[in-house]
């Protein structure tokens, strides 16, 4: 079978569901809302109704779950060997929640404190996050994940001090590590798609990671034990960034790099944790969409569309939160992703 023979549905229904993305005019729509039920309301089609007291958690929920459908119905039109990478995207919900759920066991937060950080997805039902945090016992958590691999990952962290740090680490670094490994397809094409926008990913989590290191100020040696294994773009500048000594420093190696392109347009003053987090984002963003005007016949376009779907969903996270606390429209419209 041809490349275009073999990626035809792929592509009809990647392109289906990339129309169905919140275009600007509805974000400014929300944004403008009155209230945060007219917002829950619109965002859920009227299935859910949002009343003073009830779960943020149980709305974002919702709109995680609608994602991991469009992974798994994207993942039924993909050829074989790339539906494990489809799919995995989006199981960055499930270990999202397992991340919040061994923080509030080791932070000792009471249920009703933790449910109001955590998105429950996937199998972990808000019951069972309830249930699980209750157990106080991590290992229990651990259990219910699928992949034996995650386990072994996560299990020899559970001990000690600050095992809830040490188990949110084994997590980030084992899910991106194998989102890289899924990435390296049979199909020249497919892996060289697939690896440019899961390789940018990795490469900005990094820089993030160096950024929030010193910022707490973690020797070298830490932050080095902190980043995904992974180096994609960065070359040199990933060693020079674990040893930077400060923040002006951390942007001068951003400069040899690619990710450079990110900044263009903004002065010193904005290089912050949020703001670099930001103009990173929204730069790997703009590669999803470029991807959608080069060929249709690879796993690219699949992925670009779970990518922005996750910045779409970052961003509709973001407008229910900043209603629920009440965040100025321009404090809000500054901090989207896909505005």
Avoid at 137 to 155: A, Q, T, W
Avoid at 240 to 264: C, G, H, S, V
Avoid at 288 to 304: I, M, T
Wanted: hydrophobic share 40%; charged share 20%; net charge negative.
């Amino acid at each position: 079978m041809t490349g275009a023979g073999k990626y035809a549905e792929l592509a009809a229904a990647t392109r289906s569901f990339k129309a169905e993305l919140i275009h600007r005019e509805q974000i400014e729509r929300l944004i403008e809302a009155g209230t945060l039920s007219e917002t829950v309301s619109v965002l859920t089609d009227g299935r859910l109704t949002f009343s003073e007291g009830s779960e943020i958690g149980t709305v974002e929920s919702y709109l995680i779950e609608q994602l991991i459908e469009v992974a798994n119905a994207l993942s039924q039109y993909a050829p074989y060997d790339s539906r494990m990478l489809i799919k995995h995207v989006a199981k960055q919900y499930e270990y999202g929640c397992v991340k919040e759920i061994l923080k509030a066991i080791g932070d000792q937060e009471t249920p009703e404190q933790a449910l109001r950080h955590i998105s429950p997805a996937g199998k972990f039902s808000l019951e069972r996050c309830k249930e699980l945090i209750e157990s106080r016992n991590p290992g229990r958590v651990v259990e219910e994940l699928d992949d034996e691999g995650m386990k072994k990952s996560i299990n020899p962290t559970l001990t000690g001090e600050k095992s809830g740090l040490a188990a949110v680490m084994a997590i980030d670094q084992y899910y991106y590590t194998k989102l890289w490994t899924a990435s390296n397809l049979p199909d020249p094409l497919d892996a060289q798609s697939a690896r440019g926008l899961v390789g940018q990913l990795i490469d900005n989590l990094n820089i993030l990671l160096a950024f929030r290191s010193r910022l707490i100020g973690l020797d070298s040696r830490s932050t080095t034990a902190l980043l995904i294994p992974v180096n994609y773009a960065l070359g040199h500048a990933l060693a020079e960034l674990a040893e930077a000594t400060n923040i002006a420093n951390l942007m001068r190696i951003i400069e040899k790099t690619p990710y450079i392109r990110a900044f263009q347009g903004q002065s010193a003053v904005e290089s912050q944790l949020g703001r670099v987090e930001l103009a990173l984002l929204r730069n790997h963003a703009k590669s999803c969409l470029d991807a959608f005007a080069g060929s249709p016949f690879n796993v690219g376009l699949a992925l670009s569309l779970l990518f922005l779907k996750t910045y779409e969903l970052r961003d509709l996270f973001g407008i229910i939160n900043a209603k629920a606390n009440n965040m100025p429209n321009d404090r809000l419209t500054n901090s989207l992703i896909l505005l």
